[in-house]
């Protein structure tokens, strides 16, 4: 197999000598036996992908002293591509290259990039690793593995039978209801069964959450939507910020998706936030909501005992989803691939009328197209080690000068805190610097005779020279002065 020689700058080769070994990167001296690296690549390939970098010396770890000591040539290498090429071929989902750097550095790194792959990948040693942080874990219980066959795609738990009695899907309202509407001259059952959603004369779980009356009854803990309310922009919510105690949102899956949408615009229109008429009421596209939501409910992991959780904040809306991003899948490639963890699901729920998810795989390119009109920032997306977490941000586009500036053509004065609120930045002092570099470009002042806590700035009226002066100076500055 040839492997490209790429010549490295010697800025890159810094970069790569202060790499933080995390869960995308891992950096290993060239004596390490191929067989241990194996675990580090399965490990990525099972988890996020992520990189490594076989000629990397740790001089000392606790100071993040490292030395580039490559291979002496292409040929020194072979013993570990043999073994790398054996268990990851050369393709799509592992690629290899040499890195050589500039005069100075000894031998060639070899660079091994790893994507996320469909398939559970084993190391030399026959085991399943998951990179976790900056360690390659060992998945050996049957219950790791199972979810990590769901996570890949190769399993899904919405079809596996669930000891209920068969009425709770064959007799209930919604699957009246939805034959009437979508195959009147079916018979319940007998569709059911055309449609593989009875298994050994037992309902499936993707069964019971489209036609079940109440689902929860039979999958509890992990078939509901909660919506909490936290009066707060802290990173966490509390009990002691909760504005209610949360709704439980149940039912099968179509009315769900329906109630914790309208449920969440009605919590949302009782926010208010400072706007260009003082307080004004939050402004989310429903769209946003609807897709993101509706992707939470459909593409979550049933196998894990947990709830959808959405949480409104005083400047954000949260809504997780258990289960982590399937197969291939990952931030970000997310708005560009495709991929259906519970087919069933995603397909029969779209023949309700008028379904939730009406174009089916657009649904988060919708979300972000929604914000963008309102030229609100996009949605983050996150990964935890057990779920998908989707924040969407009260936060409009625009530096925060110019948010700032925009504050000002309709009040007089703005403090700290609600440039805070307004722009999303969770530092005090980092809203002071900002202050400070409109201050010197003659755009702003401080308000005379307002310090400490009260301390607020106004439009530059044309008075005497910028001052550096702290925001929360106790002495206020002499008229004029900022």
Same mark, same amino acid.
């Given at each position: 197999?040839?492997?490209?020689?790429?010549?490295?700058?010697?800025?890159?080769?810094?970069?790569?000598?202060?790499?933080?070994? @995390?869960?995308?990167?891992?950096?290993?001296?060239?004596?390490?036996?191929?067989?241990?690296?194996?675990?580090?690549?399965?490990?990525?390939? @099972?988890?996020?992908?992520?990189?490594?970098?076989?000629?990397?010396?740790?001089?000392?770890?606790?100071?993040?002293?490292?030395?580039?000591?490559?291979?002496?040539?292409?040929?020194?290498?072979?013993?570990?591509?043999?073994?790398?090429?054996?268990?990851?071929?050369?393709?799509?989902?592992?690629?290899?290259?040499?890195?050589?750097?500039?005069?100075?550095?000894?031998?060639?790194?070899?660079?091994?990039?790893?994507?996320?792959?469909?398939?559970?990948?084993?190391?030399?040693?026959?085991?399943?690793?998951?990179?976790?942080?900056?360690?390659?874990?060992?998945?050996?219980?049957?219950?790791?593995?199972?979810?990590?066959?769901?996570?890949?795609?190769?399993?899904?738990?919405?079809?596996?039978?669930?000891?209920?009695?068969?009425?709770?899907?064959?007799?209930?309202?919604?699957?009246?209801?939805?034959?009437?509407?979508?195959?009147?001259?079916?018979?319940?059952?007998?569709?059911?069964?055309?449609?593989?959603?009875?298994?050994?004369?037992?309902?499936?779980?993707?069964?019971?959450?489209?036609?079940?009356?109440?689902?929860?009854?039979?999958?509890?803990?992990?078939?509901?939507?909660?919506?909490?309310?936290?009066?707060?922009?802290?990173?966490?919510?509390?009990?002691?910020?909760?504005?209610?105690?949360?709704?439980?949102?149940?039912?099968?899956?179509?009315?769900?998706?329906?109630?914790?949408?309208?449920?969440?615009?009605?919590?949302?229109?009782?926010?208010?936030?400072?706007?260009?008429?003082?307080?004004?009421?939050?402004?989310?596209?429903?769209?946003?909501?609807?897709?993101?939501?509706? @992707?939470?409910?459909?593409?979550?992991?049933?196998?894990?005992?947990?709830?959808?959780?959405?949480?409104?904040?005083?400047?954000?809306?949260?809504?997780?989803?258990? #289960?982590?991003?399937?197969?291939?899948?990952?931030?970000?490639?997310?708005?560009?691939?495709?991929?259906?963890?519970?087919?069933?699901?995603?397909?029969?729920?779209?023949?309700?009328?008028?379904?939730?998810?009406?174009?089916?795989?657009?649904?988060?390119?919708?979300?972000?197209?929604?914000?963008?009109?309102?030229?609100?920032?996009?949605?983050?997306?996150?990964?935890?080690?057990?779920?998908?977490?989707?924040?969407?941000?009260?936060?409009?586009?625009?530096?925060?000068?110019?948010?700032?500036?925009?504050?000002?053509?309709?009040?007089?004065?703005?403090? @700290?805190?609600?440039?805070?609120?307004?722009?999303?930045?969770?530092?005090?002092?980092?809203?002071?610097?900002?202050?400070?570099?409109?201050?010197?470009?003659?755009?702003?002042?401080?308000?005379?005779?307002?310090?400490?806590?009260?301390?607020?700035?106004?439009?530059?009226?044309?008075? #005497?020279?910028?001052?550096?002066?702290?925001?929360?100076?106790?002495?206020?500055?002499?008229? #004029?002065?900022?």
């Amino acid at each position: 197999m040839s492997i490209q020689v790429l010549p490295v700058t010697a800025a890159d080769v810094s970069k790569i000598l202060q790499l933080e070994e @995390n869960h995308f990167a891992d950096l290993k001296a060239i004596e390490i036996a191929p067989s241990k690296l194996t675990k580090a690549i399965a490990a990525f390939a @099972n988890a996020d992908g992520g990189e490594l970098y076989i000629g990397i010396d740790e001089i000392d770890k606790s100071k993040n002293i490292r030395a580039w000591r490559g291979f002496s040539d292409a040929e020194a290498a072979n013993p570990h591509i043999l073994v790398f090429d054996n268990l990851f071929p050369l393709g799509q989902d592992f690629s290899y290259e040499f890195l050589q750097a500039p005069q100075g550095n000894s031998g060639l790194v070899l660079h091994v990039t790893i994507q996320k792959t469909r398939q559970v990948m084993t190391a030399s040693d026959g085991k399943v690793y998951v990179r976790r942080g900056s360690q390659s874990v060992p998945y050996t219980s049957p219950e790791h593995l199972d979810r990590l066959r769901r996570n890949k795609g190769l399993t899904s738990f919405e079809t596996e039978p669930v000891a209920a009695p068969l009425d709770l899907i064959s007799n209930s309202e919604v699957i009246i209801r939805f034959m009437l509407d979508v195959v009147p001259s079916a018979e319940p059952t007998a569709w059911l069964r055309k449609q593989l959603l009875i298994q050994d004369g037992k309902p499936t779980v993707a069964a019971l959450l489209l036609y079940s009356d109440e689902p929860q009854v039979a999958l509890p803990k992990r078939s509901a939507i909660k919506i909490y309310r936290y009066k707060t922009t802290d990173e966490q919510g509390s009990r002691e910020n909760l504005a209610f105690n949360p709704l439980t949102i149940e039912g099968c899956l179509y009315d769900q998706i329906h109630d914790a949408v309208e449920r969440t615009v009605e919590i949302i229109e009782q926010v208010r936030v400072l706007g260009p008429e003082g307080l004004e009421p939050i402004v989310y596209p429903v769209e946003t909501l609807h897709e993101i939501i509706t @992707n939470a409910v459909l593409h979550r992991d049933y196998g894990i005992a947990d709830d959808v959780h959405v949480r409104v904040f005083d400047n954000r809306v949260e809504v997780e989803s258990p #289960g982590s991003l399937p197969a291939h899948i990952t931030v970000q490639n997310i708005l560009a691939e495709r991929f259906s963890r519970n087919g069933t699901i995603v397909r029969l729920i779209n023949k309700f009328p008028d379904p939730p998810n009406k174009d089916v795989g657009e649904g988060l390119n919708t979300a972000f197209a929604a914000m963008k009109k309102l030229r609100l920032k996009d949605p983050v997306i996150h990964q935890t080690e057990n779920s998908v977490l989707v924040e969407i941000r009260h936060q409009k586009l625009g530096t925060p000068e110019e948010l700032i500036m925009e504050l000002l053509e309709t009040h007089d004065e703005i403090t @700290n805190k609600q440039v805070r609120e307004v722009t999303g930045i969770g530092s005090e002092n980092k809203v002071k610097s900002i202050f400070l570099r409109l201050a010197e470009a003659r755009q702003i002042e401080r308000v005379p005779n307002k310090g400490g806590a009260s301390a607020a700035w106004r439009k530059f009226t044309g008075g #005497g020279a910028p001052s550096a002066t702290s925001e929360t100076s106790e002495i206020p500055p002499p008229p #004029g002065l900022f």
